[in-house]
């Protein structure tokens, strides 16, 4: 049973590179999610998106954009990455969407550090 | 303002010994609760939600609704619930977007001694 997979599961990168992580899930989920997360921070909804062909905006959506072309995938891009953007970031899904999501499934994370 | 509140960032006890996770939420309404653990190198996964009443690992968590909190309790901590809890309610989303969002915690690492 994979669930939900990430891609890459670390890398480092130079400020100002272009960078998009990957998240693919097999559940047929119909909700997906990105957070990142920073020490004392806890988790952050960065953007999400309720069902195909719909994203939005979550708390930190600043500097990054999403795109949800299909029920599966749900790519994470940073146009151009700064040292801030430096973290764990988690996807995840749930059958409902917002407001009513049940329980999230995670994937394994992607650590990103900017330098 | 801070919405959801979980007041110790690190709380460390002995095994045997009880434990209280606490959590305290900002809303008038009766949200959705739950609670998330990220054991070490493993990923987040639900610990339990408070509308199933269920009771996990031995962890229960009871909703006060006059208090606003939602604590994780389990009477004897054992060694391997070392890792990290997040409490997590469905809150409204006053930035804008969808109605609500799941709001987590800052997390409490709990670390259980032998």
């Known amino acids: 049973i994979a669930g939900i997979t990430q891609a890459p599961t670390s890398q480092i990168l130079a400020a100002g590179r272009r960078m998009t992580l990957r998240c693919t899930q097999d559940m047929r989920h119909n909700a997906m999610y990105w957070y990142r997360q920073d020490l004392g921070l806890g988790l952050r909804l960065i953007h999400y998106s309720n069902t195909a062909g719909t994203t939005g905006k979550g708390e930190v959506p600043d500097g990054y954009s999403v795109s949800r072309a299909n029920t599966d995938d749900f790519p994470l891009t940073l146009a151009s990455a700064v040292p801030s953007q430096t973290s764990v970031y988690f996807c995840?899904?749930?059958?409902?969407?917002?407001?009513?999501?049940?329980?999230?499934?995670f994937g394994e994370g992607s650590r990103l550090t900017v330098l | 303002a801070q919405r959801v509140t979980q007041p110790e960032k690190l709380l460390s006890v002995f095994k045997g010994a009880p434990v209280e996770l606490k959590c305290n939420y900002s809303y008038s309404g009766s949200p959705e609760l739950f609670w998330y653990v990220q054991y070490s190198r493993q990923r987040l996964q639900l610990l339990l939600r408070?509308?199933s009443r269920e009771s996990i690992k031995g962890f229960t968590a009871d909703l006060n609704k006059g208090e606003t909190s939602f604590h994780l309790k389990k009477p004897f901590a054992q060694e391997e619930d070392s890792a990290m809890y997040y409490c997590?309610?469905?809150?409204?989303?006053?930035?804008?977007?969808?109605?609500?969002?799941?709001?987590f915690g800052k997390g409490t690492l709990l670390t259980v001694n032998p």
């Open positions: 997590a309610p469905h809150l409204p989303n006053y930035s804008g977007g969808s109605n609500y969002k799941l709001t």
């Open positions: 408070h509308i």
């Open positions: 995840a899904s749930s059958s409902l969407g917002l407001p009513n999501t049940g329980e999230l499934f």
